[in-house]
T-cell receptor
């Protein structure tokens, strides 16, 4: 069974820092990996989707990479802003199941 | 506008009183799922459906029922709610072509007293 781990569980940084969020998974036979943002008490907003054949995806200040062989993905946030404060979730869809497994998220606070 | 809708958004009820949370998507997606989210436990899947009349248990199905009579709708039924079902519930959908690319509803916050 796929297991997804996100490290760190919480992160507090000053505005302007570049930061990296980590997601690791146990079964490398994945279909794709998706990063989400969730504001407190709100729904999930999709940030980036990486197919298993891709190495990375970029959207604005966000860059997500995927290394299937090592079972890892990173979400890089450049020049962080207070508006980036949220919980970031990683979801891995394994080949054959088509149902994502979620990590527990990284809670990010960017202070001015 | 492509979206997943859930109703109600907030619900306070009492133990044992049957309730239904509706979920509807307008994107003609084959796959639909229900999740619950609890502090410290993350998102856990309750049930999922690969297509009409096809449903299967997720990780935490006890105390819940679902049905998929139409492609667009996937209601979550709590026949006899208990306080341990107090949680934030999310419905999600995706296509067969890109099954891992899920679209989430806004969530339903349920409190069972």
């Amino acid at each position: 069974k796929q297991e997804v781990t996100q490290i760190p569980a919480a992160l507090s940084v000053p505005e302007g820092e570049n930061l990296v969020l980590n997601c690791s998974f146990t079964d490398s036979a994945i279909y794709n990996l998706q990063w989400f943002r969730q504001d407190p008490g709100k729904g999930l907003t999709s940030l980036l989707l990486i197919q298993s054949s891709q190495r990375e995806q970029t959207s604005g200040r966000l860059n997500a990479s995927l290394d299937k062989s090592s079972g890892r993905s990173t979400l890089y946030i450049a020049a962080s802003q207070p508006g980036d404060s949220a919980t970031y979730l990683c979801a891995v869809t394994s080949g054959g199941s088509y149902i994502p497994t979620f990590g527990r998220g990284t809670s990010l606070i960017v202070h001015p | 506008e492509a979206q997943v809708t859930q109703n109600p958004r907030y619900l306070i009820t009492v133990t044992g009183k049957k309730l239904t949370v509706t979920c509807s998507q307008n994107m003609n997606h084959e796959y639909m799922s229900w999740y619950r989210q609890d502090p410290g436990l993350g998102l856990r899947q309750i049930y999922y459906s690969m297509n009409v009349e096809v449903t299967d248990k997720g990780d935490v199905p006890e105390g819940y029922k679902v049905s998929r009579k139409e492609k667009r709708n996937f209601p979550l039924i709590l026949e006899s709610p208990s306080p341990n079902q107090t949680s934030l519930y999310f419905c999600a959908s995706s296509t067969r072509d890109t099954p891992g690319e899920q679209y989430f509803g806004p969530g339903t916050r349920l409190t069972v007293t």
